[in-house]
């Protein structure tokens, strides 16, 4: 029997309408396509203080933390930057209710070294408003700027080289942490990020990372007919996150929240559109002609202002690998849909928000990142699609660029992609000039652009994708060029697309459409 939230269309179903960057569209899909909705968000936590009170005390596989406090110490406090699929979320953040918890224990243990650092790694520096956000106006007005603050992934003296991962990658993290006499860990975990490997990502630069971009490279291109393997499951980020664990004392504070990423009056965004109201299917109808008339900023304008309700469904403490394994299952209560079977068509929806594009477009290599590394990998033991399918693209892939955030994929797409888009020639000729421009490294270290060799890791984060899909179509591309420099086809409407993946032959094709957002993590089974 189908999970409830697996529709199969029939020749009467209404039009999906799905998201394409900062609109909606609708588009006719044949009898037979299976939609995927996401799962009603979970209740949230009745007394969010009292679970957290009650983790710090009674943690997973570690003394409480007060126990661990003691006068004299060195304490640093490391907290989970916005690298998350997250539209403006309603204050207060769940990291700034656990930091003040946590700084109130400190404080009454007497301890007074204490420093906060935002996990930034080779992502962009967050502005000053953005961390106030997180922590909350009264951790931010005792502690900023001298106290609190971004990691600098380049700046050599704050770093400490502290052991050789199991690949051999020499390892450089943060000195202030790896020198502390605890480090309390705070991170939001939606299914993305979080869990043990934000800390060690966080805090390191970007020579301990090589290891993880070389990885997935060297392994697709040795292996391309290889099954399904998602990338970050082993090497790389595992080994590197090993050794910071071992040579750093950590307390690990995790915590999860539901997928309730709009206000409840536009739910009707992810329901079935079968079973709109008439008033929901007013509404719909509205935001899709408003959003073929408004100019692309305003559009993305208004959505960037709609608070996203998030409740918090789960704090837990204590070991890293405890507390992610925890997070996960709760992330897997939220999100985790199962379905029988691949399709020899997906058919994914691009929204507005995606990781690295919080007050910021959508850039085309987001949406290559955000469709090939991301949307693939949140499933089980393999994707949606069959191996050589097709994978469609609601998206415009504007070739435009955030001048601030995203000054480096700027020359990536348009230099770097069009002379070859195989990896192991970026990575022998273009990452180590990128590596070691200093107008970009000065843009990533004073100003919020980020790391210089972070779109080369976006790419190669593709790279399994890649070698997997047989061909990728857009639907509603405003240029040809753009797509074109990604390997992707495009398709005026959805229908041609479809036709497309048929190849000119007279067969039925199997179709399953995802509906984004919120996320869902398909858990495929069954046959093929």
Known sequence: ???????????????????????????????????????????????????????????????????????????????????????????????????????????????????????????????????????GEKVFASFYPAKLYNHDAEDDPTLLEIGVTALGNRVRVNRRAAESDLVVSVSLSLGLSGGANSIATGLSCYSSLQSQMRRVEVEVSAQPSRDWKKPGTDGGVAALSELVHKELKVFSIEATVNNQVVPRSLEFLSKNEDELTVREKGLLKGMVRAGSRLPSPLRKSLLDKLPAPLGVTGVFAGTASRTGHKAAERNRDQYRVPVE??????????????????????????????????????????????????????????????????????????RVLPESPD?????????????????????????????????????????????????????????????????????????EALYRAKNGELCSLSVTCLKLPPLVMADVGGSS
């Open 1 to 135: 029997m189908d999970h409830p939230s697996v529709v199969t269309l029939e020749n009467r179903s209404a039009p999906r309408t799905l998201f394409a960057g900062d609109k909606l569209i609708e588009v006719e899909l044949p009898a037979g396509t299976r939609c995927i909705y996401p799962k009603p968000p979970l209740e949230p936590l009745v007394d969010v203080e009292a679970a957290i009170e009650n983790t710090l005390n009674v943690p997973d596989g570690e003394s409480a933390l007060y126990a661990q406090l003691y006068a004299g110490m060195k304490l640093t406090l490391v907290v989970s930057d916005n690298a998350a699929p997250l539209s403006s979320w309603r204050r207060p953040d769940i990291r700034g209710r656990i930091l003040e918890r946590v700084l109130r224990m400190a404080s009454q243990q007497r301890v007074t070294d204490v420093e906060i650092i935002v996990a930034t790694g080779i992502r962009r520096r967050l502005r000053a408003d953005e961390i106030r956000n997180i922590v």
């Open 341 to 414: 079977g691949q399709a020899d068509v997906l058919i994914c929806p691009i929204p507005y928000l995606g990781s690295f594009s919080a007050s910021a477009f959508l850039n085309p290599l987001l949406v290559q990142a955000l469709a090939e590394s991301y949307l693939l990998n949140v499933c089980g033991a393999r994707p949606l699609v069959k191996r050589g399918g097709t994978l469609i693209l609601t998206h415009p892939m504007t070739d435009h660029f955030d001048a601030e955030q995203h000054v480096p994929y700027v020359e990536f797409v348009h």
């Open 423 to 495: 990896a192991r020639a970026m990575r022998a000729k273009h990452e180590p000039r990128f590596a070691s421009d200093p107008a970009l490294l000065q843009m990533f270290r004073s100003g919020h652009a980020y790391h210089p060799t972070h779109p080369f890791l976006l790419w190669y984060g593709g790279e399994e994708a890649r070698a997997y899909i047989g061909r990728v179509i857009v639907v509603g591309a405003d240029n040809e060029y753009i797509p074109s420099l990604f390997g992707y086809e495009t398709a005026p409407s959805m229908s």
